[in-house]
């Protein structure tokens, strides 16, 4: 594969796992439609998805007050932090390791995203959150690259 292609299939791989709901688990299959090998794929979704947890945890609180205070965000950053703390039921019992559950289970509604947003408004400390997430992720990515990897040999 000329270098070319290979750096446009990472990028669009990074990218993709930088983007909400899809991260991982749409990324993984880009990146291996793409070109890429399943262990390349999985290794830059997971550096993608890994890209936007800092500036979640630490200006997601500052983000939401201040689109609190519109009309047009108001509710919708309510409804969003109800359906965070619900999410976060198994965070609250079990911290950290509720935490890696949370990210690690690759379905809609999980990742890295929603972990650290979790992770946020329970005021979990960064040095702590972003280990925790990054284990999910990576646990995330194996699963996703298995089921990728067992597709394409059907195929």
Avoid at 96 to 113: D, E, F, K, R, S
């Amino acid at each position: 594969m000329p270098i070319d292609e290979n750096l446009n299939a990472v990028l669009l791989t990074f990218g993709t796992a930088m983007v909400p709901v899809l991260e991982l688990r749409g990324a993984i299959p880009v990146g291996v439609a793409a070109g890429l090998s399943p262990a390349a794929a999985c290794a830059v979704a997971v550096l993608g998805n890994m890209v936007p947890v800092p500036f979640i945890l630490l200006l997601i609180r500052h983000i939401f007050d201040w689109l609190r205070g519109t009309r047009l965000f108001g509710p919708k950053i309510d409804w969003l932090e109800r359906r965070a703390h619900l999410k976060g039921r198994v965070v609250q019992k079990y911290r950290l390791p509720g935490l890696i559950i949370l990210v690690a289970i690759p379905l809609p509604g999980t990742g890295a995203w929603t972990g650290a947003l979790v992770a946020a408004l329970l005021d979990i400390r960064m040095r702590h959150a972003v280990p925790a997430i990054f284990l999910g992720v990576v646990i995330a990515g194996a699963i996703v690259t298995t089921l990728t990897y067992g597709v394409v040999q059907l195929f």
